[in-house]
Structure formats: C-alpha cells, structure tokens
C-alpha cells in the first residue's frame, strides 16, 4: 500500500470562486417595509407611548395577538389602567377557561368598562361585577350599569341630604348607634337604599 503525501492524495479538490451576489437595495427596502414590528420595538413602544411597566409591557407583547387585543382595548383611554385591567382580569379568566382573551371578551366591551371607570360612572370593584355579568350574558357593558342600578352617586350634596334625613328619621336608631357602633353600618344600607347605590358584593 502506497503513503498518502498531497492533498491530492486525499482526493480534496478546491471549491471554486463565487460569483459576487449584487442586491439591489430596493429590494431590501421592500422586505424591510413589509416586515412586522418586532416584539422588543413592540415592547419599547407599549412602555413609551402608554406608560406600562417593563414587566406589563413584556406580557403584552409576549403574543402577537394579546398585543393587538391590548391596543384595540385601550381605545382612546388610559393605556397603563387598561393594560392592568387586561393583565389581571381579562387575561386572568380566559387562562384559566384555556381560551383567547378576545373569546371571552371582545376589546370594545374592555374600552367601554374603562370609559365608566375613567368616567367615575362606576368604581374599579363594579367595574369586575360588570365584567362578570357580560361574560355571563354577553349584555352590553353600558346597559348592565343603566339596569342594574350599578351607577355610582357622585353628587355629595345629594349624598349629605340623605345621610341628614336618615338621621332625622330614625332618633332611636342614633342612639343605639353611639351605644354600639357597630350598628353603624345600618345607616349605610339606608343611605345607599336612598340614593339607588348598589351594594357591593363581598368574595
């Protein structure tokens, strides 16, 4: 058997030159245009343009889809309540039912909650009631506050008034209230009674 000296020997053969590839920028001007924002500028823009936190911003943006759900919900409203809101009510949920987001709730119900709360229609708390009941019943958010007596009073003046009268009404009841005031919380249900105020369920 004869000894192996040269590359040859080993039958390794050169590859040849390739040709320059030449691009025309055009080109990569096009397949850049056509590209979709990535993730990490996605991020960057959630945190600049409505004020989330890093940790809101990488949820948001950890799905293409749930990034989409978030801006179509933020509407015209506060981006850093409406990403909370979507983080810790909506996405919450529809975990744990194993669906979409936008399978339980479509982003205009999530627009026209946050409008009631932004507005002082209603507070945060009946603001997760309402959210329940359209899940629920698929009603409208608006007409479930309007039906439901769920509108906060707002008018102090009103509020005052009722809690004056009350007290008028019911001297006996004052009375054992100062004794015991535990019995305090009588008065309330009165007030709210008076005023159309819904009560708030406790867990």
């Known amino acids: 058997m004869r000894s192996k000296e040269e590359a040859h020997d080993y039958r390794y053969f050169p590859d040849p030159d390739l040709l320059p590839l030449e691009i025309e920028q055009g080109w990569v001007d096009a397949i850049k245009a056509s590209l979709p924002e990535l993730p990490d500028a996605k991020k960057a823009r959630f945190i600049a343009d409505y004020g989330v936190t890093e940790y809101d911003a990488g949820v948001l943006t950890a799905e293409a889809d749930l990034a989409d759900y978030f801006e179509e919900s933020v509407g015209g409203g506060d981006g850093k ?22 399978q ?12 009631m709360v932004s507005s ?52 006996a009841q004052v009375e054992k209230a100062r004794a015991n005031p535990k019995l305090a919380g009588w008065f309330v249900g009165q007030v709210m009674k008076a005023t159309g105020a819904r009560p708030i369920p406790r867990p």
């Open 104 to 115: 339980l709730v479509a982003p205009s119900a999530n627009t026209a909650i946050m409008a």
């Open 120 to 171: 002082g229609e209603i507070s945060s708390r009946i603001a997760k009631d309402v959210l329940e009941i359209h899940i629920d019943t698929g009603r409208d958010p608006a007409e479930i506050v309007e039906t439901e007596g769920m509108k906060q009073v707002t008018d102090t003046g009103a509020i005052e008034a009722a809690v004056a009268r009350i007290i008028a009404e019911n001297p």
């Open 81 to 102: 309540k409406t990403a909370n809101w979507v983080i810790n009510e909506v996405l919450g949920r529809a975990n744990k039912a194993d669906i979409a987001p936008r």
